[in-house]
């Protein structure tokens, strides 16, 4: 089982007092950082979990810097206590998962480690499927932060 760092509890605990809202960088082709804002969480998925998580759509450009240098870092903060997570990102989506077994409940997995709830399972997964949502699972490498 790999190694799951001391200050991983700090992170859940960031996540879940600003509703999943964290921060996603990636580096351009150029060097440059991509960063965006995303929901996410803090995902206990084996095989090789815990994951920082999130959900993105299949044409987002952070997905094509995602698969092209597959890393990631995803910062968490509430008020001024923040932390950041690095390391691998593992994209799974219609080409990683193409007969759909593993991506919807991986998809509902990550929503809820986010904070997220919905009445309606089959809609959220017919419209995570019409969007061409991904799952991004950054692997922690690397923790960061001030609490």
Known sequence: MWPVPSNLETVRQLAKADRGLAV???AR???SVHASVVNAGILDAEPGGPYAAFVTGG????LAHLRR???AAVVFRTGWQWASIEGRAHVVGPAEDPDGIRLPALLR???TSAGGTH????TFD???SEEGRVAVLV???RIIGNG
Do not use: L, N, S, Y
């Open 126 to 128: 017919r419209v995570m």
């Open 59 to 62: 044409q987002a450009r952070k």
């Open 29 to 31: 082709a150029d060097g």
């Open 24 to 26: 996603v960088a990636v």
């Open 69 to 71: 240098t597959g890393r």
């Open 139 to 141: 692997r922690p490498e």
């Open 109 to 111: 997995a990550i929503f």
């Open 119 to 122: 009445e309606d399972w089959a």
